[in-house]
């Protein structure tokens, strides 16, 4: 059905991007990442100057979705270069997205680049201080670098914002051991 919307409104980005997540789904990642990158070249540009703001905010919103999967999809083949690429490209459109910059570190922290890791995790601890997530994945990264003083910190921290969470509470058992 996709197949066939996309031959009768080939200019419905939307619909390429179903198409790929359905890909995803079925673990053809190459297929995804064909769908995304075509769906992608179909993009108006985004300075246009034939486009109202209104506009220009929902090209560039699906811009950052696509990018994003197809950011995924070369993640999950161990394409990491690619996948940062197209991360670092939705990043371009909106500065303040969040998952982009765990993507990013996650990339890093697969490749043992963790001092890079540490980089893009910071970046999101400062742009969202209010999610424990951020400190959470700095100790655990300080933890695998061997910095225990600083994995503590940053788990002090991330206790700090969420108090009753038992799993932080038995990570913080394991580290103090």
Do not use: C
Request: glycine residues 4%; without cysteine; hydrophobic residues 40%.
């Amino acid at each position: 059905i996709l197949n066939d919307l996309i031959i009768n409104f080939p200019y419905f980005p939307v619909i390429y991007e179903d198409l790929s997540k359905q890909k995803i789904m079925q673990e053809d990642y190459k297929g995804a990442i064909n769908i995304f990158n075509r769906a992608i070249k179909i993009l108006p540009p985004i300075d246009h100057p034939y486009l109202n703001d209104q506009h220009r905010r929902q090209i560039t919103t699906i811009a950052i979705r696509l990018y994003e999967g197809a950011g995924r999809a070369y993640f999950k083949i161990k394409n990491y270069e690619l996948a940062l690429g197209f991360y670092k490209k939705g990043l371009s459109f909106d500065p303040y997205r969040m998952v982009l910059y765990k993507n990013i570190a996650d990339i890093y922290y697969v490749q043992g680049r963790l001092d890079e890791a540490v980089i893009w995790n910071k970046r999101g601890l400062m742009l969202n201080p209010s999610d424990y997530n951020w400190p959470l994945a700095l100790s655990l990264l300080y933890r695998d670098k061997k910095d225990l003083i600083t994995a503590k910190n940053y788990l002090n921290q991330a206790m700090k914002l969420v108090p009753e969470n038992k799993e932080l509470k038995k990570y913080y058992e394991e580290l103090n051991k």
